[in-house]
């Protein structure tokens, strides 16, 4: 793995499958029905979470010591880890997070706050995964930022105003709290609006929605799709489905196989039918945009 601390290489499995979830925020339950629909082998497979371990669900704790002590488990760090992190140094950051699902840290035993967040410490900003195939995949919570490419997450650094900045004015902040391309995307495909925007503006949103250079996909969470299903724009992988949510989802993803399964939310957690479905093709850009 890379020494950078914001950054690391996973290598390929040679033994086993790797699979990829979404924002679990708490949903314990959802995340082991998904396991044990795919026979997962804690031996030799391995898991990898998009970030938003915590908050919004009821095993906020349990999953934070279940990716902190189990081998095959990896995780990247999310806005609601940063906020957590920001809430332990700041009064006005705590109140934010509890507003945001926090307040189950209120029950904690002494110290055990403290814990999570040293784990929190270790967690990089992206992970990039190879598979079996040749194919690298980066794993990233919200989305790397228009206009970079892979490589500036290689190098990224963070400051403490990177944490708290939701309107991603940077990479490190976009990593965490990014939604342009999303918002991008939405706009072009489903606003009225978009019809009537002059060429030059068409031609400098797709630009924004060009692939991330430097890498082959990279999986997102952080911005939930309205249809609870993955999305994919360009060579970004949506997937976070709402699995905190009444009618939400949770996604896991087997990227070697470019499948997916879901889960519907609930006191017992139901496999949605038809799995393992095929993760979708690229968002077709509407042909005026596209020639524009």
Same mark, same amino acid.
């Given at each position: 793995? !890379? ?35 795919? !026979? ?35 995780? #990247? ?23 945001? +699902? ?8 002494? +110290? ?21 195939? @040749?194919?690298? #995949? ?14 500036? #997450? ?13 309107? +991603? ?24 609006? +978009? ?18 250079? @430097? ?9 939930? #799709? ?15 489905? @709402? ?31 038809? @799995? ?17």
């Amino acid at each position: 793995m !890379s020494a950078h601390p914001l950054h690391r290489q996973v290598p390929a499995n040679p033994n086993g499958r790797d699979f990829v979830v979404g924002d679990l925020h708490g949903q314990q339950a959802m995340l082991d029905c998904l396991l044990q629909h795919v !026979s997962f082998e804690e031996r030799s497979d391995r898991l990898f979470s998009l970030g938003d371990l915590v908050d919004r669900g009821p095993d906020n704790d349990a999953l934070m010591h279940r990716f902190a002590t189990r081998p095959g488990h990896f995780a #990247i760090r999310g806005n609601h880890e940063a906020l957590l992190q920001a809430a332990r140094h700041s009064s006005l950051y705590l109140r934010v997070w509890e507003r945001n +699902g926090g307040l189950w840290a209120r029950d904690l035993p002494p +110290g055990r706050l403290e814990e999570i967040e040293a784990f929190i410490d270790t967690l990089p900003y992206a992970i990039e995964l190879s598979l079996q195939d @040749g194919r690298r #995949i980066g794993l990233i919570h919200a989305e790397v930022k228009p206009g970079a490419g892979w490589q500036d #997450i290689r190098d990224l650094d963070a400051r403490f105003e990177d944490t708290i900045d939701d309107g +991603g004015s940077t990479v490190a902040a976009s990593a965490l709290w990014g939604r342009q391309r999303y918002r991008i995307a939405d706009f072009i495909s489903n606003e009225p609006a +978009g019809a009537t925007l002059a060429p030059e503006e068409r031609a400098a949103l797709c630009a924004r929605l060009r692939p991330v250079d @430097g890498i082959d996909l990279v999986y997102v969470g952080h911005t939930i #799709i309205g249809n609870r299903k993955p999305l994919r724009v360009g060579n970004t992988v949506f997937v976070d489905t @709402g699995a905190y949510l009444a009618t939400g989802r949770l996604t896991l993803i087997e990227p070697l196989q470019d499948h997916y399964w879901q889960v519907t939310a609930g006191a017992e957690p139901k496999l949605v039918k038809g @799995g393992p479905r095929k993760l979708p093709d690229a968002l077709l850009i509407p042909p005026a945009y596209a020639s524009a």
